[in-house]
């Protein structure tokens, strides 16, 4: 059976992905990570967070995330210093736009979520919950394709082991790191939850690369994704 996806353009004010690998201060990753995905998916279609993953895990979803902020900044989370605590800072994402794209050989439920997108049963949000999210377009795409370059995109996998590959062989390439920061990560994917709305353990996580604006290319190892328009939107199993 042919894959359909739907796919939902973005806007936000502020958003906020946080890097469990920071304490005191909450970075942010550029990119909503797979977990987030659900979650956004799950607001909108009424769901609970556990009942949001289920949803995915029984089913066999693609995902891809594209976007960016057009700035940053650090927020004061907790302002007071109390024993055991310390003051937090939080960086946000500013003016943000996003484009994600959720696909799956079961069309009745990929139906089922562009409904949703488009009438959401609950608010939906970028990472906090006071980062609204504004929806602009919802979409069905029908046919998957490849292209061997991306930006500003979520990808499986450690691309800079990629680009190094191919440059010990001699082969084309180009990369642009963001910024000092790492490239890859290992995210989480599942959680296990104690109940539906209670505390959760990561069980479960995955390699990733976040590739910036100044895109990624790799001629002899095309990407599985979707074409929106003019935008190539690299996907990965949820």
Same mark, same amino acid.
């Given at each position: 059976?042919?894959?359909?996806?739907?796919?939902?353009? &973005?806007?936000?004010?502020?958003?906020?992905?946080?890097?469990?690998?920071?304490?005191?201060?909450?970075?942010?990753?550029?990119?909503? !990570?797979?977990?987030?995905?659900?979650?956004?998916?799950?607001?909108?279609?009424?769901?609970? !967070?556990?009942?949001?993953?289920?949803?995915?895990?029984?089913?066999?979803?693609?995902?891809?995330? @594209?976007?960016?902020?057009?700035?940053?900044?650090?927020?004061?989370?907790?302002?007071?210093?109390?024993?055991?605590?310390?003051?937090?800072?939080?960086?946000?994402?500013?003016?943000?736009?996003?484009?994600?794209?959720?696909?799956?050989?079961?069309?009745?439920?990929? @139906?089922? &979520?562009?409904?949703?997108? /488009?009438? !959401?049963?609950?608010?939906?949000?970028?990472?906090?919950?006071?980062?609204?999210?504004?929806?602009? @377009?919802?979409?069905?795409?029908? /046919?998957?394709?490849?292209?061997?370059?991306?930006?500003?995109?979520? $990808?499986?996998?450690?691309?800079?082991?990629? $680009?190094?590959?191919?440059?010990?062989?001699?082969?084309?390439?180009?990369?642009?790191?963001?910024?000092?920061?790492?490239?890859?990560?290992?995210?989480?994917?599942?959680? #296990?939850?104690?109940?539906?709305?209670?505390?959760?353990?990561?069980? #479960?996580?995955? &390699?990733?690369?976040? $590739?910036?604006?100044?895109?990624?290319? &790799? !001629?002899?190892?095309?990407?599985?994704?979707?074409?929106?328009?003019?935008?190539?939107?690299?996907?990965?199993?949820?």
């Amino acid at each position: 059976m042919e894959w359909l996806y739907c796919a939902v353009a &973005l806007r936000a004010q502020t958003a906020s992905f946080r890097n469990p690998d920071f304490q005191n201060f909450q970075k942010t990753f550029p990119l909503p !990570p797979p977990t987030t995905l659900m979650g956004l998916a799950g607001s909108a279609l009424g769901l609970n !967070p556990r009942a949001a993953q289920d949803f995915f895990v029984q089913g066999s979803f693609r995902a891809g995330v @594209r976007g960016a902020g057009r700035g940053q900044a650090r927020d004061l989370w907790k302002y007071r210093t109390l024993p055991g605590r310390s003051v937090i800072t939080r960086e946000l994402l500013v003016d943000t736009w996003f484009q994600v794209v959720l696909g799956s050989p079961d069309h009745a439920a990929v @139906r089922q &979520l562009a409904a949703a997108l /488009e009438n !959401p049963a609950q608010a939906l949000t970028l990472g906090q919950s006071d980062s609204l999210a504004k929806v602009l @377009r919802v979409e069905l795409l029908t /046919e998957e394709t490849q292209s061997t370059s991306c930006s500003n995109a979520l $990808v499986e996998g450690d691309v800079l082991a990629d $680009v190094l590959a191919q440059a010990q062989w001699g082969k084309s390439f180009s990369l642009t790191v963001r910024d000092a920061d790492p490239l890859a990560y290992q995210l989480p994917t599942r959680f #296990q939850y104690k109940s539906d709305y209670g505390v959760r353990t990561v069980v #479960q996580r995955r &390699l990733f690369s976040f $590739v910036g604006t100044g895109g990624l290319h &790799l !001629p002899n190892k095309p990407l599985r994704g979707v074409q929106w328009g003019v935008d190539f939107i690299p996907t990965f199993d949820l």
